[in-house]
T-cell receptor, first 111, second 110 residues
C-alpha cells in the first residue's frame, strides 16, 4: 500500500499563478483533509471531505478550492497565489474514529 | 468556539525522564488523536482513543471524556523521542472536522 501520496513535494510559484496540489490515498478512506502549516506554527485545517462529492470548509479556506470526485483523490487548488500562501501543505485521510494517515507534505513558496 | 489547549508548549528533559503532555478541549468529542511530527516534518499517528487508556511501547495515552482532558506519557524518554507532539480532537460539538492543537515541542537531551 502506498498510503497517502502528495505531489509535488516542492514548488515555487509566482504571485498570481495557480496550481493544484494532488493527494491520493489507496486505503478506501472516506475522510480526507487538507492542512497548512506555517513556519513554527501548528496545522490549520483548510478543507475536508467526508466522502466522494462532499466537501466542506475548515478554519482557513480563503484562497483555496477543493473537489472530491472519487474516494481516492482530493486535490487542492490555489487560484491567484499570494505570498501569504507560502506554507507546507499536508493531506490526510482516515475512516471515521480511526487512525489518520498523512502525506509527506508539499513545501510551497510564493514569490 | 471549539478550542484545544496543549501544555506545556515546550518541554526539555533529560534522557530517562518520565514525560507528560496534556491536552484539554472545550466541547464534547467522539475521539482524540495523538500525533508526532519529527524535525523533518513527517507526521505519524501515535494513538486514536475515545475512552480509557492505550499503550504502545514506552508511550501511554489516556483520556477522560467527561473532564475533556487527555494526556500523553513517555516513559524512559530517549533523544529519539525529540519531536512535536500534537493532540487533535475529532468530532468537537458534532463536527466532522479534525482540528489540531498547537503542539508540544519536546527535546530530550542525552
Amino acid at each position: 500500500n502506498a498510503g497517502v501520496t502528495q505531489t509535488p513535494k516542492f514548488r515555487i510559484l509566482k504571485i498570481g499563478q495557480s496550481m493544484t496540489l494532488q493527494c491520493t490515498q489507496d486505503m478506501n478512506h472516506n475522510y480526507m483533509y487538507w492542512y497548512r502549516q506555517d513556519p513554527g506554527m501548528g496545522l490549520k485545517l483548510i478543507y475536508y471531505s467526508v466522502g466522494a462529492g462532499i466537501t466542506d470548509k475548515g478554519e482557513v479556506p480563503n484562497g483555496y478550492n477543493v473537489s472530491r470526485s472519487t474516494t481516492e483523490d482530493f486535490p487542492l487548488r490555489l487560484e491567484l497565489a499570494a505570498p501569504s500562501q507560502t506554507s507546507v501543505y499536508f493531506c490526510a485521510s482516515s475512516f471515521w474514529n480511526a487512525e489518520a494517515f498523512f502525506g509527506q507534505g508539499t513545501r510551497l513558496t510564493v514569490v | 468556539k471549539n478550542e484545544v489547549e496543549q501544555s506545556p508548549q515546550n518541554l526539555t528533559a533529560q534522557e530517562g525522564e518520565f514525560i507528560t503532555i496534556n491536552c484539554s478541549y472545550s466541547v464534547g468529542i467522539s475521539a482524540l488523536h495523538w500525533l508526532q511530527q519529527h524535525p523533518g516534518g513527517g507526521i505519524v499517528s501515535l494513538f486514536m482513543l475515545s475512552s480509557g487508556k492505550k499503550k504502545h511501547g514506552r508511550l501511554i495515552a489516556t483520556i477522560n471524556i467527561q473532564e475533556k482532558h487527555s494526556s500523553l506519557h513517555i516513559t524512559a524518554s530517549h533523544p529519539r523521542d525529540s519531536a512535536v507532539y500534537i493532540c487533535a480532537p475529532l468530532g468537537q460539538g458534532g463536527s466532522e472536522k479534525l482540528v489540531f492543537g498547537k503542539g508540544t515541542k519536546l527535546t530530550v537531551n542525552p
